[in-house]
C-alpha cells in the first residue's frame, strides 16, 4: 500500500502560480498511476490530472488544460502539480490519488489510495 500526503496550498492572487506536492511513502511509487482531483465547496470532486507511472502519459481536465502541469519524481516519491494563470475557479481542496498500474484513470472510483487534501483559496 502506498500513504499520500499533499502539501504546498494556501492563498494566491488570480493569475500567480503555485505548486502543490504529493510525497509517497510505504511502497514504490514507480509501480502506481497518480491524479490530481479537487473539490470546491457544494461541489463533487472534480478530475484535475493524471500521470502514468513512468511519466510517459499525462491527461488533464479541460478547466486546467494549458495551465496546470502534472509531473513526478519517483526517486524523491513525489508527485507535483504546478498551478499558472490561476483563477477564482481553481479554488478548492487538492487531493492526489494513486492507483496500481500505468492506466491514467480520470474518474474518482479507479483509485483506491487517496491523500488528505491540501486547500488553495484564489483571490481576485
Known amino acids: 500500500q502506498v500513504q499520500l500526503v499533499e502539501s504546498g496550498g494556501g492563498l494566491v492572487q488570480a493569475g500567480e502560480t503555485l505548486r502543490l506536492s504529493c510525497a509517497a511513502s510505504?511502497?514504490?511509487?514507480?509501480?502506481?498511476?497518480v491524479a490530481w482531483f479537487r473539490q470546491a465547496p457544494g461541489n463533487q470532486r472534480e478530475f484535475v490530472a493524471s500521470?502514468?507511472?513512468?511519466?510517459?502519459?499525462?491527461r488533464y481536465g479541460d478547466p486546467v488544460k494549458g495551465r496546470f502541469t502534472i509531473s513526478r519524481d519517483n526517486a524523491k516519491k513525489t508527485i507535483y502539480l504546478q498551478m499558472s494563470r490561476v483563477n477564482s475557479e481553481d479554488t478548492a481542496v487538492y487531493s492526489c490519488?494513486?492507483?496500481?498500474?500505468?492506466?491514467?484513470?480520470?474518474?474518482?472510483?479507479?483509485?483506491?489510495?487517496w491523500g488528505q487534501g491540501t486547500k488553495v483559496t484564489v483571490s481576485s
Open positions: 490519488a494513486a492507483r496500481l498500474g500505468t492506466y491514467t484513470e480520470v474518474n474518482v472510483a479507479g483509485y483506491g489510495f
Open positions: 510505504g511502497s514504490t511509487l514507480s509501480m502506481y498511476s
Open positions: 500521470i502514468s507511472p513512468n511519466a510517459g502519459t499525462t
